[in-house]
């Protein structure tokens, strides 16, 4: 139960600088979720907090408490401050049995053998593997091994929890149990939990907040809905949802009041309330954009549905997976995906018509490649179906 | 990617000079380090710049050769003596050719040799290759001047006081058959094979066979194959072990003097030893240097043609899927060559130690009228022959017990120093991987690799064989001490490596989960480290123990009657005419290292490793 705030952080490895100026407030009680692809610094970052290792710029403050200050080369040790780590590889101690890996720090902390007898149990329970306590862990399945990490690191009650990719090295089905595991964890125990993952679905379902890094600084901060219908630039859109977003080249110009868009779709015109204003954008001159359209936002049909934003549409190729089906379309220059609920068959090449929601699009400037428009959100605009 | 930026500069406070010196103080780690590199550089960088100073600085011995001359002056006598002299010829250029005739054939031969015999254990289906490949490294285990002195029992002629297996059978041997290049070149051979083999051995295992498999498909015959694919791929660890091959052959003393004295045929290790057993010292280690020199020349060579430090070692990987290639007709015959190599360098050897140990006289045939059990249990009242009349046989010889003892002592707390510090050169090799100090030791370390075993031992004798420090470490020369401390520093490269591929195996996780939990750095090392390093560590101490038990070239300089050890003892026999207790005390060493190789082979240690 704790807040965390980072302020400037560097971090160099030799000339090479990893974590620029990072600046992140965790709330009390979050589940914030370090997103990025591997290499961008967001295990760094973790390793930072935890205090494994020592920035060379920067604050850090747990509770208002300070434990980084890299100006006067403070650092707290990593045991004083109150947190515990599961690692990636669980790094259990393979000499040692599950109850003693669960055990050993708090027999460090010089605990009563009754009370860390009863923390043990507790920890084991909670993760339901007490049965196995006298199994070493070679003997135990990956799923098994991770719950025994995640013990160990919840026996010591702390205040923050911290997880980097603790599923990465588990098959599908497991991952959906543990995900819902560590969501059930977070909700019962309240603490405050730092997540490390390259894995968006992980990070979109069992977050409060999302950070998303790219190349060593934070991208975007915001809820895991406000992330996955408006990301902040087109590396954002790119690197969240699966399958990924279409990307349609087009013409914008704006007159400071309204955003006009020209592309393989038609002319959209956008309203004042959804621009970004804060964004540079040039006025009464054209610029080229780009359109964001995720793949569950367009909706097939074979006869012309009369819709204001229908276009004609010829099907490049289909592919039926059971659940989805993914068809790849073709509007003049333009191709993309769809991505539609069931089992559809579609021939080659068929014409069908494609009902478009441009409210629902994001528009990116190009050059920058940052977002000028937001998306809306369906659920709470079912007036604004356009 | 991150854009290289430089890292701004703090003010210096107070606080901050205060926090940063609790930093490095307070963390044991720290501390561990700066005492390591200390220790590292007072016993590997000072002695090496101290022989270079001495080979430039006049001893007492050369007092009268150099007029108007202190002790201790600045001279260049030592080096001109060696290069431009009127004795430059013999004490130099020949010994320099001789190495490099010897590491030419030695190369040429055993590089081939072991190549082929890599491929066909590891790829092809040559009959019997279990039991094959049980025996194939038993000749590189007996020890290198052992098979020195078994060639002398086969090959000894009239010029040495007991006659050779075939000059006893009324063969006339020639002297260059018997001693000199020929016979230095064919027992290095049976010796230097094991590289080329361990090293070929382990790139051929790494190597997937759908390479040659598609080749196959392809339509290339076998010997396109062999050419175009597999050559190519293990060419790499082909070059190590010819590198390696080149500066160990040319640094080898053991062979070369029980092989080449006799005839006054010297290379540049046998003429060093001269030097600086007798005089001018300085001489001998200006020779040593030059050697150093070139060793280390062939193999910066081999860094830079493979291109990484870690080269040296035995290439690993793990094994693919592969599919052995069909000999088909040339089955046989392969086996049959590998057979006779095995006869002539495990099976004859050791036939020919154990039967002239029990010989009256050497060299006049195995009839039981010239058996004996004299070199092992015999007395010297009732010597059987005057050959025999020097010294009782083995077990009831005094020289021989204080030689047991004295290997005994050297080896096991040799080795169990060297073990212990290279499972902590180990450590901060591994935990310093890309840091300055990581590098720092393990550039130090590297440099008792870079030399002969000869000239690194006249390092520490030029060292140590005077007082230093004003008195506080007195003259080494003839103490147990100096033998023990050149074996533990010269066995630094190899302990360490088998320490850092033990810590290697420790994942750092592991110790930082114990950080977070809140463990110092010895209840780390207490509860983490050492209960996961244990296998490793004990595999690591047997083949150091190994190594130095058999050690010859390293000990031959620093070496007095009171410090023998069983090789030296051995060694010192066989010139004096006595083969039989020599070979006696060759088996008893080559028994010892087998049981020793077979236990840690069992605790999961390589022998190809402490190359």
């Known amino acids: 139960m704790s807040k965390i705030v980072l302020e400037h952080i560097d971090k160099f490895y030799g000339d090479n600088h990893v974590l620029k100026d990072i600046n992140l407030t965790i709330e009390d009680g979050d589940f914030m979720t370090l997103l990025g692809p591997s290499g961008c610094g967001k295990t760094t970052t973790l390793r930072v907090i935890s205090g ?47 109850f003693e890996n669960v055990a050993f720090g708090l027999k460090i902390k010089k605990m009563p053998k009754k009370e860390v007898e009863e923390q043990v149990m507790k920890a084991l329970d909670t993760m339901r593997i007490a049965q196995y306590r006298d199994r070493y862990p070679n003997e135990l399945s990956g799923g098994q091994q991770q719950r025994v990490a995640i013990a160990r690191a919840i026996a010591s009650s702390p205040k923050l929890l911290l997880l980097d990719e603790p599923l990465s090295n588990l098959d599908a089905r497991l991952r959906i149990d543990m995900r819902a595991e560590l969501k059930r964890l977070h909700k019962e125990t309240g603490t405050t939990i730092i997540y490390v993952t390259h894995d968006q679905v992980e990070a979109l379902t069992m977050s409060t907040r999302i950070a998303l890094f790219k190349e060593g600084e934070i991208a975007q901060v915001d809820t895991p809905l406000g992330i996955y219908t408006n990301p902040v630039d087109l590396t954002a859109a790119d690197f969240i949802g699966n399958p990924r977003i279409n990307f349609i080249d087009g013409k914008a110009v704006c007159n400071g009041e309204t955003l006009t868009v ?53 099907v490049y190729a289909s592919q039926p997976a059971g659940s989805e089906t993914m068809v790849h379309l073709t509007v003049g220059e333009a191709d993309f995906l769809a991505l539609q609920i069931g089992l559809v068959e579609y021939d080659m090449n068929q014409k069908v018509f494609v009902v478009l929601h441009p409210s629902r699009m994001n528009v990116y400037r190009k050059e920058t490649g940052r977002l000028i428009k937001y998306a809306k959100v369906k659920h709470h605009a079912g007036e604004m179906d356009d | 990617m991150a854009k290289k930026e430089k890292l701004p500069k703090k003010p210096m406070t107070k606080e901050r000079l205060k926090n940063q010196i609790f930093n490095v103080i307070g963390n044991p780690f720290n501390m561990i380090v700066f005492f390591t590199l200390i220790i590292l550089f007072c016993l590997i960088i000072i002695p090496l710049l101290n022989m270079l100073q001495n080979s430039f600085m006049v001893a007492k011995a050369e007092l009268r050769q150099i007029p108007d001359a202190k002790v201790g002056d600045y001279t ?47 790829r092809s289906d040559i009959p019997g290759k279990k039991i094959l490949s049980a025996f194939i490294l038993i000749p590189y285990m007996i020890p290198s001047w052992c098979k020195a002195l078994s060639w002398l029992s086969v090959f000894r002629n009239e010029l040495s006081g007991s006659y050779g297996l075939l000059t006893g059978m009324g063969i006339h041997v020639p002297d260059w058959l018997a001693y000199g290049p020929f ?71 053991g062979v070369a003097a029980n092989l080449g004295n006799r005839i006054g045929y010297y290379v540049l290790a046998t003429r060093m030893k001269e030097f600086i057993n007798d005089s001018p010292k300085g001489v001998g280690y200006a020779m040593s240097l030059l050697m150093i020199a070139l060793a280390a020349v062939t193999i910066l060579v ?39 190599f095995l006869f002539i360098s495990m099976f004859l050897p050791l036939f020919v130690l154990v039967m002239e140990s029990f010989q009256i006289v050497p060299g006049r045939g195995y009839g039981w009228d010239n058996l004996t059990l004299y070199a092992w249990i015999g007395e010297v009242e009732n010597a059987p022959s005057k050959g025999l009349s020097f010294q009782n046989g083995l077990f009831k010889n005094s020289e021989f017990g204080r030689a047991c003892w004295n290997t005994a002592k050297l080896s096991i707390i040799g080795s ?84 850092s591929s033990n810590m290697m195996q420790i994942s750092v996780e592991l110790e930082e989960a ?46 007095t009657p009171a410090n023998y050890t069983l090789s030296f003892l051995s060694f010192d026999y066989s010139k004096e005419a006595m083969p039989q207790v020599a070979d006696a005390i060759c088996i008893v060493i080559i028994v010892f290292i087998l049981v020793c190789n077979r236990i840690a082979n069992r605790l999961g240690g390589d022998v190809s490793k402490s190359m």
């Open chain 1, 52 to 98: 494994l290792e020592k920035p060379q710029n920067g604050k850090m403050t747990i509770n208002d408490e300070k434990v980084i200050d890299a100006d006067v080369a403070f650092y707290e040790e990593p045991s004083k401050r109150g947190l515990n780590l599961v690692f990636q590889s669980y790094a259990l101690w393979p000499h040692m049995t599950v």
């Open chain 1, 262 to 314: 020209h592309s393989a779709f038609g002319e959209y015109v956008y309203k004042k309330d959804s621009i970004k204003w804060d964004e540079d954008i040039p006025l009464n001159e054209e610029f080229e954009c780009v359109l964001g359209l995720r793949p569950e936002m367009v909706d097939i049909y074979t006869q012309n549905p009369n819709h204001k934003n229908t276009v004609e549409a010829t």
């Open chain 2, 76 to 122: 260049l006598y030592y080096w001109k003596y060696l290069l431009a002299s009127p004795l430059t010829k013999t004490v130099f250029v020949e010994p320099l050719l001789h190495s490099l005739i010897i590491g030419f054939f030695v190369t040429v031969i055993s590089v081939p040799l072991g190549s082929v015999i890599a491929w066909l254990m590891v």
């Open chain 2, 183 to 253: 016979a230095i070149i064919i027992v290095m051979c049976m010796h230097y094979y094991a590289f080329s083999y361990i090293m070929v051995s382990g790139s051929l295992r790494s190597i997937n066979s759908e390479l040659e498999e598609m080749a196959e498909i392809q339509g290339a015959n076998r010997i396109q194959i062999l050419s175009n694919i597999t050559l190519p791929l293990v060419l790499p660890a082909v070059l190590s072990a010819t590198i390696m091959t080149i500066s160990k052959s040319i640094g080898t003393y």
């Open chain 2, 302 to 340: 081999n860094q830079k043609l493979i291109g990484t430090r870690k080269s040296y070692a035995t290439i690993g990987g793990k094994g693919t899927r592969s599919n052995l290639m069909h000999l088909g007709k040339s089955k046989y015959p392969l086996l049959i060559f590998l057979l006779v």
């Open chain 2, 416 to 499: 169990v120093i060297t073990a212990i510090c290279g499972q902590f050169l180990g450590y901060i090799t591994t935990r310093g991987r890309g840091k300055w100090y990581g590098n720092a030791v393990e550039q130090m370390i590297f440099i008792p690799y870079l030399m002969p075993g000869v000239a690194f031992s006249a390092i520490y004798f030029s060292m140590f064989s005077q007082p230093r420090l004003g008195g506080l470490i007195p003259s080494l020369y003839g103490t147990f001490m100096l033998i023990l401390l050149a074996s533990i520093v010269k066995h630094f490269p190899f302990a360490s490596r088998s320490g």
């Open chain 2, 514 to 559: 114990a950080t977070i939990a809140g463990a110092s750095f010895w209840r780390r090392i207490r509860s983490i480290i050492i209960p996961l390093a244990k296998g490793g560590f004990l595999s690591g101490f047997l083949l150091t123990f190994i190594s130095i038990a058999k050690e010859l070239d390293l000990i031959a300089i620093l070496m």
